[in-house]
């Protein structure tokens, strides 16, 4: 954590829950963020399935938690069967919108073309933006992932405007942490979150790079949350399986809590 930038941390629920659950799942986050006294201290968000986004939502109510989805058309509407778009999002409650998951850019074949407008879309409706950048186990091992990801930023961002994207976070996901119950190292993840800092400096400025928030995410549990957070580059976290549950989801908000404090920040 640096003191500059509060943390953020997002449960990702990919398409997991039902209804019942989730609004269970989203009245415990909140009692345990409450008991912690961390609402407030952070940024959270919490990204249900499209279907359950305006329950949610609603039981979020007035609370801090950000409420966002898991994607989101590239188009503004029209005829695009099946697709969500960036109003709709909003017109639902929502402030976020993940884009670029591994699961869609492997499992759907998004390419960085795509997710270009996608980024500049849900950006321009003022969506906080959670960007998922990450390499395959194969391109890390051949040496390549510093150059992978360096490429899927570039494709990503593109020309877009520093004030288009100044709410943009940035999640590294390395494709072989996620669901796998492997981690990066907190060294891996700081070399990899430097050298995406790295690159928001070449395609803007230091100072947009010293801003933006670069979050880790791949088999991140409230034990190992505190270490990989405790890292100078990593702002916080994207969490899938342990953000199902609400009181180790709480208590990977208040281990980013707590690493933003010993740096300085409140
Ligand atoms: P896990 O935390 O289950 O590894 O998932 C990470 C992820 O993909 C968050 O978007």
Request: charged content about 20%; proline content about 3%; overall charge negative.
């Amino acid at each position: 954590m640096h003191a500059q930038r509060r943390p953020f941390v997002g449960g990702n629920w990919k398409m997991n829950s039902d209804l019942a659950s989730g609004v269970e799942l989203t009245d415990a986050v909140l009692a345990s963020l409450a008991e912690g006294g961390l609402e407030g201290r952070i940024d959270a968000a919490v990204f249900p399935p499209f279907p359950y986004l305006f329950t949610v939502g609603r039981t979020l109510g007035h609370s801090n938690v950000l409420l966002g989805g898991q994607d989101c058309s590239a188009e503004a509407s029209g005829a695009f069967t099946g697709q969500v778009s960036v109003g709709m999002l909003a017109d639902v409650g929502c402030r976020s919108v993940i884009i670029g998951h591994s699961e869609r850019r492997h499992g759907l074949g998004e390419d960085d073309e795509l997710l270009h407008e996608k980024l500049a879309i849900a950006s321009e409706a003022g969506l906080v933006a959670v960007l998922c950048v990450g390499e395959t186990l194969s391109e890390r091992d051949d040496g390549r992932a510093e150059a992978v990801v360096a490429h899927q930023m570039r494709g990503c961002f593109g020309t877009l405007k520093p004030e288009t994207v100044d709410r943009v976070v940035v999640a590294y996901e390395p494709v072989w942490a996620i669901g796998t119950g492997r981690t990066a190292s907190p060294e891996d993840a700081q070399r990899m979150h430097s050298s995406i800092r790295a690159v928001l400096g070449q395609l803007y400025d230091s100072r947009f790079a010293a801003k933006a928030r670069v979050i880790y995410g791949g088999s991140v549990n409230a034990k190992n949350a505190r270490a990989i957070f405790d890292q100078p580059d990593v702002d916080g976290g994207l969490i899938g399986g342990a953000s199902l549950k609400a009181d180790d989801f709480a208590s990977i908000c208040r281990a980013a809590a707590e690493a933003w404090t010993a740096s300085g920040g409140h």
